[in-house]
T-cell receptor
Framework: AQTVTQSQPEMSVQEAETVTLSCTYD???????LFWYKQPPSRQMILVIR??????QNATENRFSVNFQKAAKSFSLKISDSQLGDAAMYFC?????????????FGTGTLLAVQP | SAVISQKPSRDICQRGTSLTIQCQVD?????MFWYRQQPGQSLTLIAT?????????ESGFVIDKFPISRPNLTFSTLTVSNMSPEDSSIYLC?????????FGSGTRLTVV
């Protein structure tokens, strides 16, 4: 079975600085998708970024980018120019590309604080 | 992306009672997912609901405790039955649409 591990329960960053959140996963599959979701205090889950495993190029969405290392099964999220609104719980998630179900498997989350 | 309306947003319930949570999606979807998020924890999948068939439950979750209905391709309900304080959690529904997954706004359940 696939597992997702986030080893940093909490992180803190100064406003305008850069922070990297770590995520590792375990799978025997070769084709899959990886996601980062953000959950602010409102508890609404917001998609931050998605990476397809077959793509070598790292995904980027404005200030958010990933470092996808397939061989190492690592998928870190870099947030540049951090803003107060980035403060939230961040979840890394895995989805198989095949199979009968396309459920998401979540990591334990990293709580990010942004200091003014 | 899909828009999901989830109700109720929160409730406080007496132990031993049941609560039904509803999710309405603005377009047809094949699968709907129900998650539980215990306080300070991550999201754990309860079950996958397909229209026209029985829901598929994850290990540790049973139909008698969490019955699910899926009468059509835009609607689903999750019932939390015979509640105990351990059921106090946030419950979220989700669908896959396009680039990623969309989630309802969650139901914060407190059992007293």
């Amino acid at each position: 079975a696939q597992t997702v591990t986030q080893s940093q329960p909490e992180m803190s960053v100064q406003e305008a600085e850069t922070v990297t959140l770590s995520c590792t996963y375990d799978t025997s599959e070769s084709d899959y998708y990886l996601f980062w979701y953000k959950q602010p205090p409102s508890r609404q889950m917001i998609l931050v970024i998605r990476q397809e495993a077959y793509k070598q190029q790292n995904a980027t969405e404005n200030r958010f980018s990933v470092n996808f290392q397939k061989a190492a099964k690592s998928f870190s999220l870099k947030i540049s120019d951090s803003q107060l609104g980035d403060a939230a719980m961040y979840f890394c998630a895995y989805r198989s590309a095949g199979g009968a179900t396309n459920k998401l498997i979540f990591g334990t989350g990293t709580l990010l604080a942004v200091q003014p | 992306s899909a828009v999901i309306s989830q109700k109720p947003s929160r409730d406080i319930c007496q132990r031993g009672t049941s609560l039904t949570i509803q999710c309405q999606v603005d377009s047809q979807v094949t699968m709907m997912f129900w998650y539980r998020q215990q306080p300070g924890q991550s999201l754990t999948l309860i079950a996958t609901a397909n229209q026209g068939s029985e829901a598929t439950y994850e290990s540790g979750f049973v139909i008698d405790k969490f019955p699910i209905s899926r009468p059509n391709l835009t609607f689903s309900t999750l019932t939390v039955s015979n509640m105990s304080p351990e059921d106090s959690s946030i419950y979220l529904c989700s669908v896959e649409r396009g680039y990623g997954y969309t989630f309802g706004s969650g139901t914060r359940l407190t059992v007293v």
